[in-house]
């Protein structure tokens, strides 16, 4: 059964450092495309970055120089450095994967990933950053 169980999530002042990981189960990396989305009450969901098995990335403009995405193939494992947090960042966020069949690139798979029929995520965590 596949399974995104996110964890990491908190509420930390404007300037500060979280880690986000993400535990993949009936996921073979291999086959995905893996990344990380976010959403606020409100706003649409929004790709944050992603990742492939040879680890290319791709990062949103917004998060690009602070947050750092990473995976550990051998344990399925998805993780998001983040730095130098803003208000901004506060959102849910969702580890989310998307099949190679569908995305084809990472490049599409950065467009596609936090759109319904095409992305499939976890239940999220919270980050909260204040000001």
């Known amino acids: 059964q596949e399974r995104l169980v996110e964890s990491g999530g908190d509420s930390v002042q404007s300037g500060g450092s979280l880690r986000l990981s993400c535990a993949a189960s009936?996921?073979?990396?291999?086959?995905?495309?893996m990344g990380w989305v976010r959403q606020d009450p409100g706003t649409q969901r929004e790709a944050v970055a992603v990742?492939?098995?040879?680890?290319?990335?791709q990062y949103a403009e917004s998060v690009k120089g602070r947050f750092t995405i990473s995976q550990n193939n051998a344990k399925n494992g998805l993780y998001l450095e983040m730095n130098n947090l803003k208000p901004e960042d506060s959102a849910m966020y969702y580890c989310?994967?998307?099949?190679?069949?569908?995305?084809?690139?990472?490049?599409?798979?950065?467009?596609?990933?936090?759109?319904?029929?095409?992305?499939?995520w976890g239940q999220g965590t919270q980050v909260t950053v204040s000001s």
């Open positions: 989310a994967a998307v099949h190679r069949a569908i995305a084809m690139s990472i490049n599409r798979a950065f467009g596609v990933i936090a759109q319904e029929g095409f992305g499939n």
């Open positions: 009936g996921y073979s990396i291999n086959s995905y495309y």
């Open positions: 990742i492939d098995s040879d680890g290319t990335t």
